[in-house]
């Protein structure tokens, strides 16, 4: 059964404090694996799309990464207007379909 | 600025009755989607379509029923709404050749008593 998985659930760092999110993923064959940021009370905002191991993507002060089993979303010196939930997601070879995982809550703390 | 627009922000709507859910974009986008998200279980897909009139059923169908009759609109219906559809029902739209490129409208929080 495809699966995404992220961890941690939630994380608080303070301001300038650099870390990663992680992302793992189970799937019959990746066509693509997704980040989303989502505000609250809003809907989710499309960050990056990854296609095969090695790929990287950038955005201010977020990059993602992916290997064969897993996704990273480093942040890199936040700021408290980077404070989120940030979602994975997977789409597999074999249909349209996207599973999304259960997402991060990122906040940030002046 | 891109745009995908939800019927209502917050509903409020009693076991039994019929509930319509509307969505639009005004991307010229060929695929929308309808998900509900719920605490602890995450975004899940219940329909979508890649054209009008057109409708595939995501992993959770069941309750649902969709309608699409012209490109930038897409309706989810309750045919009787039960207390577990209380949730945040959130519309997207992406392109043909962007399909995971999705944009969200703001969700509608259902609440069924």
């Known amino acids: 059964e495809d699966q995404v998985t992220q961890s941690p659930e939630a994380l608080r760092l303070q301001e300038g404090e650099s870390s990663s999110l992680n992302c793992s993923y189970t799937?019959?064959?990746?066509?693509?694996l997704f980040w989303y940021r989502q505000d609250p009370g809003k809907g989710p905002e499309f960050l990056f799309t990854l296609y095969s191991a090695g790929e990287e993507k950038e955005k201010e002060r977020l990059k993602a990464t992916l290997t064969k089993k897993e996704s990273f979303l480093h942040i890199t010196a936040p700021k408290p207007e980077d404070s989120a939930t940030y979602l994975c997601?997977?789409?597999?070879?074999?249909?349209?379909?996207?599973?999304f995982g259960k997402g991060t809550r990122l906040h940030i703390l002046p | 600025d891109v745009k995908v627009t939800q019927s209502s922000r917050y509903l409020v709507k009693r076991t039994g009755e019929k509930v319509f859910l509307e969505c639009v974009q005004d991307m010229d986008h060929e695929n929308m989607f309808w998900y509900r998200q719920d605490p602890g279980l995450g975004l899940r897909l219940i329909y979508f379509s890649y054209d009008v009139k057109m409708k595939e059923k995501g992993d959770i169908p069941e309750g649902y029923s969709v309608s699409r009759e012209k490109k930038e609109r897409f309706s989810l219906i309750l045919e009787s709404a039960s207390t577990n559809q209380t949730s945040m029902y959130l519309c997207?739209?992406?392109?043909?050749?962007?399909?995971?490129?999705?944009?969200f409208g703001p969700g509608t929080r259902l609440t069924v008593l």
């Open positions: 799937v019959s064959g990746l066509r693509g």
């Open positions: 997601a997977v789409q597999a070879d074999r249909d349209d379909k996207i599973i």
């Open positions: 997207a739209s992406s392109s043909l050749n962007r399909y995971n490129e999705q944009f």
